[in-house]
């Protein structure tokens, strides 16, 4: 399926307007969906129904809803309004076989690669001793909805669908809305390695499959494989208590280098293939239009304060 509107690169001079909209939805995320005003948004609902939103899949739903559903909706009266085509942003060009095979492989490869490092490096400093991880749901189907399916969705439809559509519409060059996307991506999550990992997946995975393939499809791919396989191979979800966690770890971390060693050659062949097979679809940076200053302005600003939530996170 052809989208026109990506088929070649708009023309209008980077204005303030993309820098203003990610930092209403960023005041949005943080005092909102962070649970400092107004935790629960469908407390009135599921009140008339009579269930709990403090448990169970009110909560998932709740949670999906207030941290993701309304800055979609947001956006989708945004464009209403605004008289855009949604499609601009939500780029569904379809992906050719041999991009899906890439992006799993590598995606793959990725997954045992963090957990080999998120679980491996505090079994090397605590002494073989790594805590399991406490999830507001520890049922796996609950999870992969969640997680694989829902937060996917609308995790992309706001980073890699109307936010990174703003910039591209306003020609800002690929490398700033990397940046800016990848870093807001990664201070989004919770936790100082998820927050460090899920940044450089945004502004060094994420941004260049949306980039290159210039399909919304390409990264959700990634994204639903992500979240999924961290759910499948977990132990967590597994194990009912920490002695148990602790005696299985260094079999699975050995088990993670292994599927490591084997992956790795595979994934570089596999992102050659990706790029060899998208390069045609990158834009000449030498012909984009001038920032204006306002644009520069509060480019920087959303940087800086994106730097310093990260840094304080850690």
């Not at 949005?28 to 009579?50: C, D, H, K, S, W």
């Not at 995790?155 to 990397?178: D, H, P």
């Not at 597994?238 to 280098?257: E, G, K, V």
Request: hydrophobic share 50%; aromatic share 18%.
């Amino acid at each position: 399926m052809k989208n026109k509107v990506w088929e070649k690169q708009p023309t209008s001079q980077p204005t303030a307007r993309p820098n203003i909209i990610l930092f209403v939805v960023m005041l949005y995320y943080f005092v909102v969906a962070r649970n400092m005003v107004q935790p629960y948004v469908l407390t009135p609902i599921y009140e008339f129904v009579g269930v709990s939103p403090l448990s169970g899949w009110s909560q998932i739903f709740n949670r999906f809803f207030r941290d993701l559903g309304i800055p979609v909706l947001v956006y989708l009266l945004y464009a209403c309004f605004t008289k855009q085509k949604i499609d601009a942003s939500f780029s569904i060009a379809r992906l050719s076989w041999t991009n899906v095979v890439n992006i799993t492989v590598m995606t793959l490869t990725i997954r045992v690669v963090f957990d080999l490092i998120e679980k491996g490096v505090p079994f090397l400093l605590n002494d073989g001793h790594v805590p399991m991880q406490v999830f507001h749901f520890m049922d796996i189907g609950q999870s992969l909805i969640f997680n694989a399916v829902l937060a996917t969705i609308f995790e992309e439809a706001v980073f890699r669908g109307f936010l990174w559509g703003e910039y591209y519409r306003q020609n800002v060059k690929y490398w700033k809305i990397a940046l800016v996307t990848g870093l807001f991506f990664g201070i989004s999550h919770l936790g100082a390695f998820t927050m460090f990992h899920t940044t450089v997946s945004g502004i060094f995975f994420y941004a260049p499959l949306i980039y290159f393939t210039r399909s919304i499809w390409a990264p959700m791919l990634h994204h639903a494989l992500m979240n999924g396989l961290y759910t499948v191979i977990n132990p967590t979800f597994y194990m009912d208590n920490q002695l148990a966690f602790d005696a299985f770890m260094p079999t699975y971390l050995t088990i993670l280098l292994i599927a490591t060693i084997v992956l790795l050659p595979i994934a570089v062949i596999c992102g050659k293939k990706f790029y060899y097979e998208n390069k045609h679809r990158l834009l000449p940076e030498e012909n984009l239009p001038t920032e204006t200053k306002s644009f520069k302005i509060t480019y920087w600003i959303l940087i800086a304060t994106m730097v310093a939530t990260f840094i304080r996170a850690f």
